[in-house]
């Protein structure tokens, strides 16, 4: 079983529509989460982090975890074209040498 | 402000040829990590450091080896670079809250 996992898609979303992404982990001593959006060739860009149970907004994002489910979600509301990019999925286990593992991303299509 | 940044941002070598890349941060953070990324693929830890106590993932291949002389700088070195190391190369600093986690912009190494 894989420490993280995440849906490669595509996802194809049109434009306006919310976009859903998921990812389960392995490890239930997990305990910080990352979102990152990665455009072709670019590095990894920090969209959301959350450690709470719940949900967390910014803007047209929302992050929810559920760690007795092992699970870790980000909502993007209005989707835009220039939202296409894969989103990749981070867990942390917050002690120790604090490995952030990543699962494989996945691509979001936003369609005008 | 870049707060990670990284050096080159692309290097070519030849096969066999060592090759160093570098990368330093702004953020005076303790943990620091060297990823590699393929094409399509998720980012894959080869090596992380809390302060100077270093860690490589028991997968890392041996032509792989990191110093970190400093909080500041870290450094990655590719002793024999094959075909199979042509990659994107991403290093990426961790805050004290496990709140932050950036990444530089990358170097993308060729080999050939």
């Known amino acids: 079983q894989k420490e993280v996992e995440q849906n490669s898609g595509p996802l194809s979303v049109p434009e306006g529509a919310i976009a859903s992404l998921n990812c389960t982990y392995s490890?239930?001593?997990?305990?910080?989460f990352f979102w990152y959006r990665q455009y072709s060739g670019k590095s990894p860009e920090l969209i959301m982090f959350i450690y709470s149970n719940g949900d967390k907004e910014d803007g047209r994002f929302t992050a929810q975890l559920n760690k007795a489910s092992q699970y870790v979600s980000l909502l993007i509301r209005d989707s835009q074209p220039s939202d296409s990019a894969t989103y990749l999925c981070?867990?942390?286990?917050?002690?120790?040498?604090?490995?952030?593992?990543f699962g494989t991303g996945t691509r979001l299509l936003v369609s005008p | 402000d870049a707060m990670v940044i990284q050096n080159p941002r692309y290097q070519v070598t030849q096969f066999g040829k060592p090759v160093t890349l570098s990368c330093s941060q702004t953020?005076?953070?303790?943990?620091m990590y060297w990823y590699q990324q393929k094409s399509s693929q998720a980012p894959k830890l080869l090596f992380h450091y809390y302060d100077k106590d270093f860690n490589n993932e028991a997968d890392t291949p041996d032509n792989f080896q990191s110093r970190r002389p400093n909080t500041s700088f870290c450094f990655l070195d590719i002793r024999s670079p094959g075909l199979g190391d042509a990659a994107m190369y991403l290093c990426a600093v961790l805050g004290v809250m496990n709140t932050e986690a950036f990444f530089g912009q990358g170097t993308r190494l060729t080999v050939v």
């Open positions: 981070a867990v942390n286990r917050g002690t120790g040498f604090q490995k952030l593992v």
């Open positions: 953020l005076n953070h303790n943990v």
């Open positions: 490890d239930r001593g997990s305990q910080s």
